[in-house]
């Protein structure tokens, strides 16, 4: 099926709609986003003299809740200019301009007899061959069609996104009785190309996969909270980051999603899945009844599991519905976890614990196989699709199968049988064919057992991804403490980052400058790329403490010169290099990207220079580099000074990019040169692409900088007087002023007389010789420890 999406219509503006509207205008999609007129005039519109026949009436419901979708956060739109691609509407003026679209998504009420409704009147507008789906996240798909025409049927399914739509990956795909194939095909294909979604096609069975098992998890945790005596704030720590899951863990998670959203689902799942083994688990416990009650359903209402009351967190007691303040919780198994570094390593252990939190895994755990293996073939026939849905709808960093085969499938089934749980009939029938896990890796590529081949057969769409855990023992060319330097082919090598949270030591600098000999001798190019959570959240301040405290300035000066001279060498090596940015790239990761041939940033990229949290200047060629494209950036006519000022205030004010698409405007991407991908797992291998295109082209190294124009002593003049001001008006501290006038200091190439054309060296001996006199100060060594012992900046 070749089909162009050129402009989509979503139907709702309710917060999921409006999102999904968001997201197509991400990708740069037209949006026509429609939804019903007022009922009756507001306050307001009455004081105006308005009447319901006003256009603006007509449309205050989707223009507001589109407003309130812009003002959100996080927000749900890459930059605040693309929501210019988006067009509102109403089901009564414009329903019409369906006709113009090539796919209409409805998002409206949960209510099916309304959702026949709004198809009866597409329908009649609706151009043939339009897709149309329906983003309904539990009424079943087969009920939605019919009576609509056969052109219709066709073409509709259930194209289920998960809220928000932006930062959920899962993108569940569920064909009605007469969707074609081919339509399914294409949105399988579009949403992991285009909207950056893990695709899922699903069967149209009670909440599909995603909202299935994901529910069950929760509604698990809500009957063990009282069984095991735990507690909100228990569960939280023992279902949170330990386990590779999102801060928010259980409760909070429901807080934000609301707990009115999760019960109707529940609720749903009970209602429907009457042959369900487990469907007592849906049944709401008397607390969750009593917060039903009381409205107490999370952040909308204010109060749910827990309750903010001023600066304090207060938690609920389930026992007498209480609340009371929030009391850090700790168990003597995860202390045995805090070691090692891979989750995926640390499942294993936990379930081992001797400790009311080993019960807990134990239990936990126990149930969850059981109920996943059992939904095989359900609600699917692949078991990888249950943990991609888990993985990218819930956030988990590891779904059912995965963690399964982290204990070990044996020991899962021991484990499950101590606990009074049962594997389902195929996996006993697994293992006794002789295969041990759930997936293997052969070849780069990673392989799941089929139920139905009793085989292990390769997950589909993998061609298009490199998948670094699949390659890293097979490729590795060279590692150390902080880095594995993988064979990518065709001539490209990677180098992976694997320091705790990606800092940049002196082993990763002594990676990188290995993996550029190693390139530059028997390769054609190198790609700095991790798949990571973070691609790097900066130097390694630890050492850089350590040093000041103990004076030891000139192996800090040599350490500073080393990150700079390493960076020099990614702008200048003899072969292209392309940095491949994800998630946090702060301090030293961005100095890095900045030093790249390209960059090849993925969509929810969050860059920035933000060393003046730790009270010093980017030491790296940070600093430097701002300058350089400053000076680039100069036109005649130009006022020079405001030019290099937005650049000052880049690193001035810490700004950090919600987005790599807000990164061009800051300056640390650059338009024309750097690009961004939306799907996240095709980001290695479309830096490897063009590593080996630039390769291909006839790569030059490029010729070292000496036409840097700096203003010397008429910028700092300004940056002074500047940072003068903002001190008097207690818009920053004293130390915050010292290191700005710092800062401000190389940016201009210190006092010049006049404007000169200085080289790259000289701005990088200026910054490490700022960067070294501010680790000398008393207030720059607090603001490093306080980042070190609560991962927060300090302003002294």
Not at 198 to 205: F, G, M, N, Q
Not at 422 to 432: D, H, N, Y
């Amino acid at each position: 099926m070749n089909k162009h999406i050129k402009k989509v219509a979503v139907i709702g503006s309710g917060i999921m709609g409006s999102g999904i509207a968001c997201h197509f205008a991400n990708i740069g999609v037209e949006v026509l986003l429609l939804d019903i007129i007022p009922r009756e005039l507001n306050d307001k519109e009455k004081a105006n003299g308005l009447t319901l026949e006003d256009k603006v009436v007509r449309n205050r419901l989707v223009n507001d809740s589109l407003a309130a979708a812009l003002k959100s956060k996080p927000s749900p739109i890459y930059h605040q200019k693309f929501a210019q691609r988006i067009t509102t509407g109403n089901l009564e003026d414009d329903i019409s301009k369906v006709g113009q679209v090539d796919w209409i998504i409805e998002v409206v009420v949960e209510r099916l007899d309304i959702k026949k409704i709004v198809f009866e009147k597409l329908d009649k507008h609706r151009k043939p061959g339009t897709l149309i789906t329906s983003n309904t996240s539990g009424i079943p798909i087969k009920f939605m069609s019919e009576g609509r025409s056969e052109d219709f049927q066709r073409h509709f399914c259930g194209t289920h996104f998960f809220n928000p739509a932006r930062y959920l990956k899962l993108f569940e795909i569920i064909p009605g009785p007469k969707t074609s194939t081919e339509v399914l095909d294409f949105l399988n294909g579009y949403g992991e190309q285009f909207l950056g979604k893990t695709s899922v096609i699903a069967k149209d069975t009670p909440a599909f996969i995603g909202n299935r098992i994901g529910t069950f998890s929760i509604m698990s945790l809500f009957h063990a909270v009282k069984e095991m005596d735990l507690t909100v704030e228990e569960i939280d720590k023992l279902s949170g980051p330990v386990i590779g899951r999102p801060k928010s863990a259980t409760f909070r998670t429901v807080d934000v999603v609301g707990l009115d959203t999760l019960v109707h689902v529940a609720n749903g799942i009970a209602e429907n899945c009457k042959d369900d083994e487990r469907r007592e688990q849906f049944t709401l416990p008397d607390f969750i009844g009593k917060m039903m009650e009381n409205k107490w359903f999370g952040s909308k209402t204010g109060q749910g599991f827990y309750k903010k009351e001023g600066r304090e967190i207060l938690a609920l007691n389930l026992n007498t519905m209480e609340y009371r303040p929030s009391k850090k919780a700790s168990f003597a198994t995860l202390e045995l976890t805090k070691s090692i570094e891979n989750v995926i390593d640390r499942f294993k252990v936990l379930v081992t614990g001797k400790d009311k939190a080993g019960a807990f895994y134990r239990k936990s755990f126990s149930s969850l196989f059981e109920y996943a293996s059992n939904r095989i073939p359900e609600i699917t026939g692949e078991l990888y699709k249950i943990d991609d849905a888990m993985k990218a709808g819930f956030a988990w960093g590891h779904g059912p199968f995965q963690i399964w085969d982290a204990i070990g499938v044996e020991k899962g089934i021991e484990m499950m049988k101590a606990e009074g749980f049962q594997p389902a009939t195929w996996v006993t029938e697994m293992i006794s064919a002789g295969n041990k896990s759930f997936y293997t890796i052969k070849d780069g590529a990673t392989y799941y057992y089929d139920i139905t081949k009793k085989a292990m057969e390769k997950i589909p769409g993998q061609d298009s991804f490199i998948i670094l855990d699949n390659i890293r023992k097979s490729n590795e060319v060279w590692k150390n403490s902080g880095v594995v330097i993988e064979d990518l082919g065709d001539g490209i090598l990677n180098v992976e980052f694997q320091s705790k949270m990606n800092t940049i030591g002196g082993d990763v600098l002594a990676g990188l400058n290995k993996a550029l000999d190693l390139a530059e001798k028997d390769f054609q190019g190198l790609v700095v790329g991790n798949q990571a959570p973070n691609f790097s959240v900066g130097a390694n301040i630890g050492m850089i403490f350590m040093m000041a405290v103990e004076q030891e300035y000139d192996e800090l000066n040599m350490a500073i010169k080393m990150f700079q001279d390493t960076m020099m060498r990614m702008r200048y090596s003899a072969i292209p290099t392309v940095s491949a940015p994800h998630g946090m790239t702060l301090g030293g990761g961005c100095e890095l990207s900045l030093h790249a041939d390209k960059v090849v940033a993925a969509a929810e990229t969050y860059m920035g220079l933000v060393e003046f949290g730790v009270g010093v200047i980017p030491g790296g060629g940070g600093s430097k580099e701002m300058a350089l494209r400053a000076s680039d950036t100069f036109r005649k006519n130009d006022v020079e000074l405001n030019v290099l000022q937005e650049y000052f205030l880049t690193i001035g004010m810490a700004k950090v990019s919600t987005s790599a698409y807000e990164a061009f405007d800051m300056g640390v991407l650059e338009k024309g040169k750097d690009l961004v991908v939306v799907n996240k797992d095709r980001q290695i291998a479309t830096a490897k692409a063009y590593a080996q295109l630039m390769a291909e082209q006839g790569y030059t190294q490029p010729p070292k900088r000496k036409d840097v124009k700096v203003l010397g002593k008429q910028a700092l003049g300004m940056f002074l007087v500047g940072t003068d001001a903002m001190e008097d008006s207690n818009y920053i501290s004293e130390h915050d002023h010292k290191i700005a006038n710092k800062l401000a200091y190389v940016m201009a190439g210190g006092d010049l007389s006049e404007p000169t054309l200085v080289t790259e060296q000289y701005l990088l001996d200026l910054e490490r010789e700022a960067f070294l006199s501010l680790c000398t100060e008393r207030k720059t060594l607090e603001r490093i420890q306080h980042m070190l012992k609560t991962g927060k900046p300090l302003r002294n």
